[in-house]
């Protein structure tokens, strides 16, 4: 299938939004998120009504290099809620889109998620900022998914990408993304990741982000199911942005009858010769 950047334009959407997004107490570093249970986690947040900027009619150039994230079309005919065909078909289609995107050598795609604010139907969306991985977890993941010649691939560079799709339509909680620029290593709360049932906790980390008012914040309002929104969690070349923390969040602009938000996501490993 064919991919394509989208390309920043003028939409009837406002240029920007008012909204809330949660962040996390600078003090609750060391916390746990339980997947869960979200609402359970040990981490404090805190809320603030932040502008969150339409990408769609910015004439600024957004790009995964300078910024973390882009937005391509990647349209592609499969049922995501069935996810025996998403890994059958889908795991080569999100290589596919990677290695065009950034040149890689080799991708790893993993840990696919189906989210929905109906519970029948996926995981509920992830409400408060946050970075899925830190390095270490990235790495821990290569030699889970990779044991075999894990050495090797540990040795190249490796940007560890999440790839965010509608089901259908999004008319209701977007997904915001943080300008991986305008992140400073002091924003960010290191998390451990867990489960509640148990008080387990995994070998994985990642980051949730304290509120710093130099974020830039940006959506793509009414995105399609032929739109992919690239975004980085880790990149190794640690002078590059990439730490693009995100959120769904309540757009006041929705409609009340929008239908509910129902997406996809998978993320990636890719490695650079």
Same mark, same amino acid.
């Given at each position: 299938?064919?991919?394509?950047?989208?390309?920043?334009?003028?939409?009837?959407?406002?240029? $920007?939004?008012?909204?809330?997004?949660? $962040?996390?107490?600078?003090?609750?570093?060391?916390?746990?998120?339980?997947?869960?249970?979200?609402?359970?986690?040990?981490?404090?947040?805190?809320?603030?009504?932040?502008?969150?900027?339409?990408?769609?009619?910015?004439?600024?150039?957004?790009?995964?290099?300078?910024?973390? $994230?882009t937005l391509v079309e990647a349209p592609f005919d499969i049922d995501f809620?069935?996810?025996?065909?998403?890994?059958?078909?889908?795991?080569?289609?999100?290589?596919?889109?990677?290695?065009?995107?950034t040149g890689a050598s080799e991708v790893i795609a993993f840990l696919d998620l189906v989210r929905s604010e109906v519970r029948e139907e996926g995981i509920e969306p992830a409400n408060n900022a946050h970075v899925d991985f830190d390095g270490p977890s990235v790495e821990t993941w290569v030699r889970a998914l990779r044991p075999d010649?894990?050495?090797?691939?540990?040795?190249?560079?490796?940007?560890?990408?999440?790839?965010?799709r509608p089901i259908r339509p999004v008319e209701r909680m977007p997904l915001a993304v943080c300008d991986a620029s305008s992140v400073s290593r002091d924003d960010l709360v290191r998390t451990i990741i867990g489960h509640k049932e148990g008080d387990q906790k995994t070998p994985y980390a990642g980051f949730n982000l304290a509120y710093n008012p130099g974020q830039r914040w940006f959506y793509y309002p009414m995105m399609r199911p032929s739109?992919?929104?690239? $975004?980085?969690?880790?990149?190794?070349?640690?002078e590059r942005p990439h730490l693009a923390a995100h959120t769904a969040f309540v757009d006041p602009t929705s409609r009340p009858d929008a239908p509910t938000r129902l997406s996809h996501e998978i993320r990636t490993i890719a490695f650079f010769d």
């Open positions: 299938m064919s991919m394509t950047l989208t390309r920043s334009s003028q939409t009837e959407a406002d240029p $920007f939004v008012e909204a809330v997004i949660r $962040f996390t107490d600078p003090a609750s570093a060391g916390a746990v998120l339980h997947t869960d249970d979200h609402e359970s986690s040990t981490f404090q947040l805190i809320p603030k009504t932040v502008r969150i900027t339409n990408a769609r009619a910015t004439t600024e150039p957004l790009s995964l290099e300078a910024n973390g $994230f809620l069935d996810h025996a065909q998403v890994e059958q078909r889908y795991y080569p289609e999100a290589q596919r889109i990677v290695r065009e995107l010649d894990a050495e090797r691939l540990l040795g190249k560079r490796m940007v560890n990408m999440n790839l965010w739109e992919v929104l690239a $975004f980085k969690i880790y990149d190794s070349a640690m």
